[in-house]
């Protein structure tokens, strides 16, 4: 139904391209008449008359604009401020995705040593499908906890363990995606908050190197930094870093939570010379990483490619994937089992995981979810006897305690994050990531950009989020009645009929 | 953009900046035979308006991020000029000469505007490759 006051727009994108070169006409005889001052509109009807004569007639790319002209651009130009009005105006603080206001304010707050305590109640949903962490009437005194601890590579007993103490890692972020004034920042953050640092797949982690902070090398499927011309594996280049003082671990990521199945991508908008050279790479293309490692061909080669990475490297080496099908997980557990075999650790990344850049459809639709993948992958280990054999660690929004709680009581070890790390820095989820105009100077190589990221400042703050996370953790873990986030099991949730990890709960 | 391209596109930015550029001096000073032109088409203070608006397209036209920009005004003075003398100046003697200086300054804006017309507001979304959402 039609109100008196609609406008009809086709009438009116026709009348005003009509009236366009009228009025470039009617100006010109004004400017001959009046005053040649009337020509300053001359010329710029002119202009809009011959940028419209290009829309109707001369393009064929945008069909809006082809039909309806200069007024078409309205619509495209209130598109285009569309997502900020909406950030800033329109969308309440618990709606926006990834992470909503409240979640995003609380990492802002924790890293800028602010006081977090909220007033009157919860703004979540109660509904039949939250997990909720369940207290004890006798919670255990803060002064009585057992510190964290937990060290990689005890099982195989080598000799370089590596032990951290706290549960938290910077997950893995590759200079490409992040620029290197926010790898340099987080890298100080993880040295002065005494945690250790995930380099991705960038190659050779030169900036990350700069900080002297722990760190561990992620070995990606296109394996830059340490690959052969042919995309296998370089002993050599792999051994000459392996053997740095500050890296401590190997990471072979199998996959990633928001592109399993998919290699990494990086957009040639992002592509610098010195990224070329740290990659071995092309400016001109998309980098595209291959879906997986062309050692792993099955469960036999892969569990061999393990082997022979810790061979080559004599520090702990593990492995990141995000579980397309736990049957699948228990099979390669099994192959472990078999051969002997084991990775020093297993980092279950879930699909809900972030990226610099990923097509659409593996963002929101590949992959099992964190809590009932690392709820299988814990089950399987402890089925097959070998939860004992390493350890586990989780990734996927886990930005804030609460979450993490959920995290520790379905098997993790200690918690990755990416994104967490990246609030922490002064995130403001523009969504830019893929297109080198990050404002926040965050994941971008754009000089002027990065000029607003002070890495002295930002890894204060990286360090004040690592400080009150793990103060919070502590009091959450007091409330169970627990010792240490050790003790944390499954029988500390309270898991409604509903939830996303009912179906994994046997009798349920 | 291919580097002849690039090298092109500066070739005739200088152009046009060099002969906008060399008339500054007259306007800003006054010259009589500047201010005679424009009281002939009845501008009062025009040789300072036009004068300020041309030094600033020079500058942008010299301003990597800007060039755009800059050969669009100087367009737009360019054809402005022009219909002064179709309108009112007439090409007779050394009117005839500025009024051609003022066609070689139009063509080398758009030439210009041309080679860097994935550069131009409005214009660039439409001729990009590709216009798949990329993230
Ligand atoms: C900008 C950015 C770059 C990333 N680069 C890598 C990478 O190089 N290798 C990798 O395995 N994961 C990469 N990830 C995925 C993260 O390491 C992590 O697994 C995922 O984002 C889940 O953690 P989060 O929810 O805390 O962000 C990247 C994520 C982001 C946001």
């Given at each position: 139904m039609k109100s008196k006051i609609s406008i009809d727009l086709h009438k009116l994108s026709r009348f005003v391209n009509l009236f366009l070169p009228i009025l470039a006409i009617i100006f010109f005889l004004a400017g001959l008449k009046l005053s040649f001052y009337y020509h300053f509109l001359t010329v710029s009807f002119l202009f809009a008359t011959a940028l419209n004569v290009f829309y109707l007639y001369l393009q064929n790319g945008h069909a809006l604009l082809r039909n309806?002209?200069?007024?078409?651009q309205g619509r495209y130009m209130l598109e285009s401020v569309g997502p900020e009005l909406r950030q800033y105006l329109?969308?309440?603080?618990?709606?926006?995705?990834?992470?909503?206001r409240l979640e995003r304010a609380e990492v802002y707050r924790k890293s800028q040593n602010i006081d977090s305590a909220s007033s009157f109640g919860s703004l979540h949903t109660f509904d039949a499908t939250e997990l909720k962490i369940r207290h004890s009437l006798f919670p255990t005194p803060t002064s009585e906890l057992t510190p964290y601890s937990l060290t990689f590579g005890e099982e195989r007993g080598i000799e370089n363990t590596h032990t951290i103490r706290k549960p938290y890692i910077i997950s893995a972020m590759s200079y490409g995606a992040l620029g290197k004034n926010a790898v340099r920042a987080l890298a100080r953050g993880a040295k002065l908050a005494d945690i250790t640092m995930n380099t991705g797949e960038g190659g050779y982690p030169k900036y990350h190197l700069m900080e002297g902070c722990d760190l561990i090398f992620q070995l990606g499927t296109a394996k830059f930094g340490v690959r052969n011309k042919d995309g296998t594996l370089n002993e050599e280049k792999l051994k000459e870093i392996a053997d740095k003082p500050t890296i401590k671990m190997i990471e072979i990521k199998l996959s990633q939570g928001a592109k399993p199945g998919k290699g990494g991508l990086l957009p040639k908008e992002k592509i610098s010379d010195e990224i070329a050279e740290l990659r071995g790479v092309s400016k001109e293309h998309d980098v595209v990483s291959p879906a997986?490692?062309?050692?792993?061909?099955?469960y036999t080669s892969l569990t061999q490619f393990i082997k022979r990475v810790q061979n080559i490297a004599n520090i702990p080496v593990g492995i990141k994937l995000c579980i397309g099908d736990l049957a699948q997980f228990e099979n390669m557990i099994q192959e472990f089992k078999k051969q002997d075999i084991f990775p020093d650790w297993i980092t279950i990344d879930g699909s809900e995981g972030g990226t610099g850049a990923a097509p659409r459809a593996f963002i929101d639709r590949v992959g099992m979810p964190l809590l009932p993948a690392l709820k299988g992958a814990n089950d399987a280990l402890n089925e097959a006897g070998v939860r004992n054999r390493l350890k586990l660690l989780a990734s996927g929004k886990?930005?804030?305690?609460g979450r993490q709680m959920l995290a520790f009581c379905l098997g993790a070890d200690a918690i990755c994050s990416a994104r967490g790390f990246m609030l922490s820095l002064g995130c403001i989820q523009a969504i830019q990531c893929g297109s080198n105009a990050c404002p926040v100077g965050i994941t971008t190589h754009d000089p002027k950009l990065e000029h607003g990221l002070d890495i002295s400042i930002k890894a204060a703050r990286v360090r004040n989020y690592v400080n009150n996370l793990k103060h919070d953790i502590d009091e959450l873990v007091a409330a169970t009645g627990c010792q240490s986030i050790n003790d944390l099991s499954f029988k500390h949730l309270y898991v409604?009929?509903?939830?996303?990890?009912s179906p994994h709960v046997p009798n349920n | 953009m291919t580097k002849a391209a690039k090298t092109t596109s500066w070739v005739f930015q200088i152009i046009a900046v060099i002969i906008m550029g060399q008339t500054l001096a007259f306007k800003f000073s006054g010259h009589p035979t500047t201010l005679a032109i424009f009281e002939e088409i009845n501008m009062p203070y025009g040789h300072i308006i036009i004068g300020v608006l041309e030094l600033a397209a020079c500058i942008l036209l010299l301003m990597p991020q800007s060039i755009v920009y800059g050969a669009t005004l100087g367009a737009g003075l360019m054809t402005g000029a022009i219909i002064g003398h179709i309108t009112e100046l007439g090409w007779e003697g050394e009117r005839g000469q500025l009024g051609l200086l003022a066609i070689a300054t139009l063509v080398s804006c758009n030439i210009v505007l041309f080679i860097r017309r994935k550069d131009i507001p409005l214009i660039k979304g439409i001729l990009s490759e590709s216009n798949l959402p990329k993230d």
């Open positions: 309806f002209g200069l007024l078409a329109y969308a309440s603080d618990t709606e926006e995705k990834p992470f909503n997986f490692h062309s050692e792993c061909k099955d886990l930005i804030g305690p409604p009929a509903d939830s996303s990890i | -």
